[in-house]
C-alpha cells in the first residue's frame, strides 16, 4: 500500500507561483504524477516522473511552466509551477503506481493505482 498526502495549494495571484509536494509513505511508488480536476472539467493529466527521477513527461499545455522534482530519500514529489493563469484553477492530485522499471512512467490515468485526497490551487485575475 502506499499513501500520498499532498500539500502547498493555496490563492494565488495570475502571474504567481506555487509549489506543490506530495509525501508517500508505504512502500515508496515507481512512478509518481500529478492530474488537476477543474470545475465543469474532466480530471486532466499534467505531469509524471520515474522512480529514477532523470525521466518525466509533462502535458504539452503546462510544459513551459511547471517542473515535477522527485527525492527518493525524503519520499517527496513537488510539482513547481510558475506564471499561473485563472484556467490552471483546479484541484491537483499527487497519484503513484508501481508497475514497470524505475524508468517508467505514463500519462494514463489507468496506471495509477494510488491517489491523494488532493490539494486546491485557485489563481485569481
Known amino acids: 500500500q502506499v499513501q500520498l498526502v499532498e500539500s502547498g495549494g493555496g490563492l494565488v495571484q495570475a502571474g504567481g507561483s506555487l509549489r506543490l509536494s506530495c509525501a508517500a509513505s508505504g512502500r515508496f511508488p515507481n512512478f509518481i504524477g500529478w492530474f488537476r480536476h477543474a470545475p465543469g472539467e474532466e480530471r486532466e493529466f499534467v505531469a509524471v516522473i520515474s522512480r529514477s527521477g532523470n525521466n518525466n513527461y509533462y502535458v504539452a499545455s503546462v510544459k ?38 524505475i524508468y517508467y512512467l ?18 485569481s485575475s
Open 106 to 123: 505514463s500519462p494514463r490515468e489507468d496506471e495509477y493505482r494510488f491517489w491523494g485526497h488532493g490539494t486546491q490551487v485557485t489563481v
Open 64 to 101: 513551459e511552466r511547471l517542473t515535477i522534482i522527485r527525492d527518493n530519500a525524503k519520499n517527496t514529489v513537488a510539482l513547481a509551477m510558475s506564471s499561473l493563469q485563472p484556467e490552471d484553477t483546479a484541484v491537483y492530485y499527487c497519484a503513484a503506481g508501481h508497475q514497470g522499471s
